[in-house]
């Protein structure tokens, strides 16, 4: 049974930090693209960062370049979300996810496992 689980998501206040965790289980973790999504109230699910199979190669949405940190152990199967320097505008549900394939551009469909999410709010 494939499962992915977030944790690390809280309450913050602007300026600070927080680190998403997602463990998962039942795929091959170390051949799987895996990749950070967030959801705020009223707005489509959007993409922050992703991470290759190996985890040589990072990509993430311009808005948090610099801000954000995707990284990932295969020994443990997990892979992380180092956040500094939120913003107000970062609040949403964040969501771990892993996909087959990198794409050049990020595809939703690609990936094929979600996790539950976990509620990140930053306070002004």
């Known amino acids: 049974q494939v499962q992915l689980v977030e944790s690390g998501g809280g309450l913050v206040q602007a300026g600070g930090s927080l680190r998403l965790s997602c463990e998962t289980s039942?795929?091959?973790?170390?051949?799987?693209?895996m990749a950070w999504f967030r959801q705020a109230p009223g707005k489509e699910r959007e993409f922050v960062a992703r991470?290759?199979?190996?985890?040589?190669?990072?990509h993430y949405t311009d808005s948090v370049k610099g801000r954000f940190t995707i990284s990932r152990d295969n020994a443990k199967n997990t892979v992380y979300l180092e956040m500094n320097i939120l913003k107000p505008e970062d609040t949403a549900v964040y969501y771990c996810?892993?996909?087959?394939?990198?794409?050049?551009?990020?595809?939703?469909?690609?990936?094929?496992?979600w996790g539950q999410g976990t509620q990140v709010t930053v306070a002004s």
């Open positions: 039942g795929f091959t973790f170390s051949m799987h693209v």
């Open positions: 996810a892993a996909g087959g394939q990198w794409t050049y551009m990020v595809q939703i469909a690609t990936f094929d496992y």
């Open positions: 991470i290759s199979s190996g985890g040589s190669v990072t």
